[in-house]
């Protein structure tokens, strides 16, 4: 109990510079259509953690997340015309009702495609009631699956009296069964406080958009994949994004998936697109969704979502009006204490950081002042391949106090920095014309390898790294680790010494000039200047 205390002391000095942080950058302006704050929608409530759209997810999400908070509802129509929130059109997918209904799966055809599973027009919600929510992702811990039940839409807006944003996926489908989408929103509109509503169709929003023309609640349209086919008209999404000033006559924003505006290839960010510029041109709120913390994502976030979160808000071009995330107690975070942060704020972070670890130290009963020094591994190789010219630029950039090099010696005596001495660990030797010098080494490891010390330093700088993108390495010649006396880099030797050094080093970094090869990206290294590394 003693270390929880001081663990809650710690959280609250910790929290301290980031309140001055808020209030220094309180008179920042969103680049928003409105100029306010983003938007967090939590899909389905938080649900990252327990079933999409149970009770406890729509409660948790209210207790994490900002007090303007959204809660999503995915509809669906039982054959009783109960509005339901539950993720997939499809039972099956998010619900024990395989268990309990086991006789009871049809196939319909949904856009054209013939599905098979447990559909809510064949249950009444009398039968859903003994039905319960499980994780619709497999990889998510199942611990809270076949506990809650589906509930209402008019429940969740009971439960939730805040905002809620009702997104009707299939409307042509349970029109094909005689349920109308269209007097569900209506009526539930007049009850709960329905903030949006979207969909995928373009149909029904045209449907009812002289209903909610003068009301507060407004019209989405949802894009899916560019290259799917809209069922209404028969258009790819990706042709309907070229129309934007079509979108307006019947919605006041869009929500998109979030490779519309920052597009990714290989996990690695490519440039952004004009979309948001673009909509808020025509006066369209743009939100974005597909935001996960629990799947991959570009690596130029460094495994940090909160760090994609505010590329979508916090840059020098845009900010989406809003996001759709399954944790929206990330995004919370991100708009409310991490963003319009600027250089001077970001390394008041990086020193609060250090000295919550410097207090974990104290917490953990430590007697000596702790000396906490941030060391690279390989440069930032979480983010780029190891001991690369990108990997050692993001590691200064991010604040690093000594940057390492995992020393090898090449044939003609030239040190480089590498992370392993067998380059078939970290390169693509084996499909190079170097691919014959296999060797063995017992005393370095077993089976055969092709070595640092059998191929010369231009042969090795040749060859690609085994990743969707190639870089290139550093070479670490001695004379330049002579030059810059105030920047410091750990050195390891490599495996058959067994020894280490650390030393000043002049950390050759470069301009990367991106070309296109094949499946790859080329880094062609141009040294440019030296760039120093400050310890503190």
């Known amino acids: 109990m003693h270390k929880l205390r001081w663990l809650l002391n710690v959280l609250l000095l910790v929290c301290t510079p980031l309140a001055f942080a808020d209030h220094q950058r309180s008179s920042t302006p969103w680049q928003t259509l409105s100029g306010d704050r983003p938007l967090v929608i939590a899909r389905g409530g938080f649900s990252g953690l327990f079933p999409d759209s149970s009770s406890i997810a729509y409660g948790f999400a209210k207790e994490v997340s900002i007090s303007n908070a959204i809660m999503w509802c995915d509809v669906q129509l039982t054959k009783d015309a109960a509005g339901v929130c539950f993720p997939d059109l499809n039972l099956g997918n998010a619900s024990t009702i395989d268990q309990v209904y086991k006789n009871r ?37 199942p611990y809270y699956d076949g506990t809650y039940p589906i509930l209402t839409a008019n429940k969740v807006g009971k439960l939730n009296p805040r905002q809620m944003w009702l997104n009707i996926q299939h409307d042509v489908f349970y029109s094909q069964h005689y349920l109308s989408m269209r007097n569900f929103v209506i009526s539930i509109t007049k009850s709960r406080h329905v903030k949006y509503i979207s969909s995928p169709e373009v149909d029904f929003l045209k449907s009812i958009a002289t209903k909610f023309r003068s009301r507060a609640t407004k019209l989405v349209f949802r894009f899916l994949e560019v290259d799917q086919t809209e069922p209404t008209t028969n258009q790819t999404y990706g042709s309907l994004l070229k129309n934007l000033t079509y979108i307006k006559t019947f919605a006041s924003g869009v929500l998109v998936p979030k490779s519309y505006i920052w597009p990714v290839e290989d996990l690695y960010l490519q440039p952004s697109t004009s979309l948001v510029l673009d909509a808020h041109k025509e006066g369209l709120e743009v939100f974005t969704s597909d935001f996960m913390n629990d799947v991959p994502f570009a690596y130029n976030y460094s495994y940090d979502p909160v760090s994609e979160y505010l ?15 399954d944790n929206p107690v990330t995004p919370s975070a991100a708009f409310d204490c991490y963003s319009h942060m600027g250089a001077n704020l970001s390394q008041q972070a990086l020193t609060t950081y250090k000295t919550t670890l410097k207090l974990t130290s104290i917490l953990s009963f430590e007697t000596e002042k702790a000396k906490v020094l941030i060391i690279s591994s390989e440069g930032a190789s979480g983010d780029f391949p190891g001991c690369t010219d990108l990997a050692y630029k993001k590691a200064v950039s991010d604040g690093a106090d000594i940057i390492d090099c995992p020393v090898q010696m090449t044939s003609d005596g030239v040190p480089i920095c590498l992370g392993s001495i067998n380059l078939l660990d970290r390169t693509m030797v084996a499909n190079s014309e170097f691919s014959n010098l296999s060797s063995s080494f017992p005393e370095l490891q077993s089976g055969n390898g092709i070595y640092t010390f059998s191929l010369t330093w231009s042969q090795i700088k040749s060859l690609r790294q085994p990743t969707g993108a190639n870089h290139y390495f550093h070479q670490s010649t001695s004379s330049r680790l002579s030059k810059l006396s105030s920047s410091r880099v750990q050195l390891h030797a490599s495996a058959e010494t067994d020894s280490h050094y650390t030393t000043t080093i002049d950390s050759c970094i470069t301009r990367s000039n991106i070309r296109e090869s094949g499946c790859y990206k080329e880094f062609t290294l141009q040294p440019i200047e030296y760039l120093k590394i400050k310890y503190t």
């Open 105 to 141: 799966s049809k196939t319909y055809p949904v856009n054209g495609v013939p599905i098979h599973g447990w559909f809510p027009v064949d249950f009444s919600f009398h039968d859903l009631e003994i039905v319960f929510l499980k994780q619709n992702l497999n990889f998510r811990a």
């Open 311 to 325: 590329s979508f808000v916090d840059n020098a071009n845009f900010s989406v009006d809003g996001v759709l995330s």
